[in-house]
C-alpha cells in the first residue's frame, strides 16, 4: 500500500512542476499546447484498498495417532491368558488379557460373605423392631445397619479389585505392541518402585495428529483455526484438509521453534 501511494504522489508532483515552468507564450498557442498534452501517456489512478495478503508456510509435520496407550496390570498374579495379539482391532471395553490372582479372589468370597450375612441380621432386626419395637432397642438397628453399610463398601472394592484382574482396552483402536505371553508373572505398576512390565499398546488412528515446529519468525501468524493442508508422500501426495487446533505458546530454545 506504501509503494501504490508513493507512486501516486509522484505523478501529481510532476505534473504541477511542469504547469509552472512553462513559458507563458506556450499557453497563449492552443496547437503547441495540445500537441504538449499528446506527448504525456495517460495514466489512470485508482483509490487504494487494504487487502489481506496470504502467505505460505511450508514446514515439515510428525503424524501421531489421536490417542496412544502402553497398559499395564493394575494388580499382581499370573497371565492366564491373552485374546489379543499385535495388528488386533479392538473395542472399547473389551478384555485383552486375564490375570489369575488367587488371593484377590478370595478376599472377595470373603467379603461377599461376610456382607450377606450382615445384611441379613440388619433385615431381621429391622423387622423385629417394626413389628415389636419393646422387644429390641433402636440402638440396636442402627449398630446392625451400620456394619451391614460397612461390609457393603469393603464388598464394592473388592469387587474393583477383582474387576482388575481382567485388562480392558481404554478405548477403540488397534493393538500395535504385545509385550508378554501366557504363564508371565505379572507385577502390579502401582508405583515406580516396581519392576512392572507393560502388557500392550494400543493406537487410535481413526483421527490423527500433525505436530510442527513454526519457526519462531511465523509463529505469530498460526493461530487456532488457521488452515492448513496436508501432504503425505506416504498417500501420493494426496492434498489432505486440516486445521490448527492448539499451540503451546512456547518457544523452544533448542530449535528456536
Same mark, same amino acid.
Given at each position: 500500500m506504501?509503494?501504490?501511494?508513493l507512486?501516486?504522489?509522484?505523478v501529481?508532483?510532476?505534473?504541477?512542476?511542469?504547469?509552472?515552468q512553462?513559458?507563458?507564450?506556450?499557453?497563449s498557442?492552443?496547437?503547441?499546447?495540445?500537441?504538449?498534452?499528446?506527448?504525456?501517456?495517460?495514466?489512470q489512478?485508482?483509490?487504494?484498498?487494504?487487502?489481506?495478503?496470504?502467505?505460505?508456510?511450508?514446514?515439515?509435520?510428525t503424524?501421531?495417532?489421536?490417542?496412544?496407550?502402553?497398559?499395564?496390570?493394575?494388580v499382581?498374579?499370573?497371565?492366564?491368558?491373552?485374546?489379543?495379539?499385535?495388528?488386533?482391532?479392538?473395542?472399547?471395553?473389551?478384555?485383552l488379557?486375564?490375570?489369575?490372582?488367587?488371593?484377590?479372589?478370595q478376599?472377595?468370597e470373603?467379603?461377599?460373605?461376610?456382607?450377606?450375612?450382615?445384611k441379613?441380621t440388619?433385615?431381621?432386626?429391622?423387622?423385629?423392631?417394626?413389628?415389636?419395637p419393646?422387644?429390641?432397642a433402636?440402638q @440396636?438397628?442402627?449398630?446392625?445397619?451400620? !456394619? $451391614?453399610?460397612? &461390609?457393603?463398601?469393603?464388598?464394592e472394592?473388592?469387587? =474393583?479389585?477383582? *474387576?482388575?484382574t481382567?485388562v480392558?482396552?481404554p478405548?477403540?483402536?488397534?493393538?500395535?505392541?504385545?509385550?508378554? @505371553?501366557?504363564?508371565?508373572?505379572?507385577? !502390579? $505398576?502401582?508405583? &515406580?518402585?516396581?519392576?512392572?512390565?507393560?502388557?500392550? =499398546?494400543?493406537m *487410535?488412528?481413526?483421527r490423527?495428529r500433525?505436530?510442527?515446529?513454526?519457526?519462531?519468525?511465523?509463529?505469530?501468524?498460526?493461530?487456532?483455526?488457521?488452515?492448513?493442508?496436508?501432504?503425505?508422500?506416504?498417500?501420493?501426495?494426496?492434498?489432505?484438509?486440516?486445521t490448527?487446533?492448539?499451540?503451546?505458546?512456547?518457544?523452544?530454545p533448542?530449535?528456536?521453534?
Open positions: 506504501r509503494i501504490v501511494l507512486v501516486v504522489s509522484l501529481v508532483l510532476l505534473a504541477v512542476g511542469f504547469w509552472v512553462k513559458p507563458p507564450a506556450v499557453e498557442n492552443p496547437s503547441v499546447q495540445a500537441k504538449d498534452s499528446a506527448s504525456f501517456p495517460e495514466v489512478v485508482v483509490k487504494p484498498l487494504r487487502r489481506d495478503i496470504a502467505a505460505i508456510l511450508r514446514v515439515p509435520a503424524v501421531s495417532p489421536y490417542h496412544q496407550t502402553t497398559l499395564y496390570a493394575k499382581s498374579g499370573y497371565l492366564k491368558s491373552i485374546r489379543v495379539d499385535k495388528g488386533d482391532r479392538v473395542r472399547q471395553g473389551e478384555v488379557a486375564v490375570i489369575e490372582a488367587p488371593e484377590i479372589n478376599q472377595y470373603q467379603a461377599l460373605s461376610d456382607y450377606t450375612i450382615k441379613v440388619y433385615e431381621r432386626l429391622a423387622q423385629v423392631w417394626k413389628e415389636a419393646d422387644v429390641i433402636k @440396636d438397628v442402627d449398630v446392625a445397619q451400620a !456394619a $451391614a453399610d460397612a &461390609s457393603r463398601h469393603l464388598l472394592q473388592r469387587q =474393583t479389585w477383582l *474387576d482388575y481382567q480392558r482396552a478405548y477403540g483402536g488397534i493393538v500395535t505392541a504385545r509385550f508378554v @505371553d501366557p504363564g508371565a508373572m505379572i507385577q !502390579a $505398576a502401582t508405583s &515406580s518402585a516396581t519392576q512392572a512390565v507393560p502388557l500392550f =499398546t494400543i *487410535d488412528v481413526s490423527l500433525l505436530y510442527v515446529n513454526v519457526p519462531q519468525e511465523d509463529a505469530t501468524f498460526v493461530k487456532k483455526g488457521t488452515p492448513a493442508t496436508i501432504l503425505i508422500r506416504e498417500s501420493g501426495m494426496k492434498a489432505l484438509e486440516a490448527v487446533t492448539r499451540s503451546t505458546q512456547a518457544l523452544d533448542g530449535t528456536r521453534t
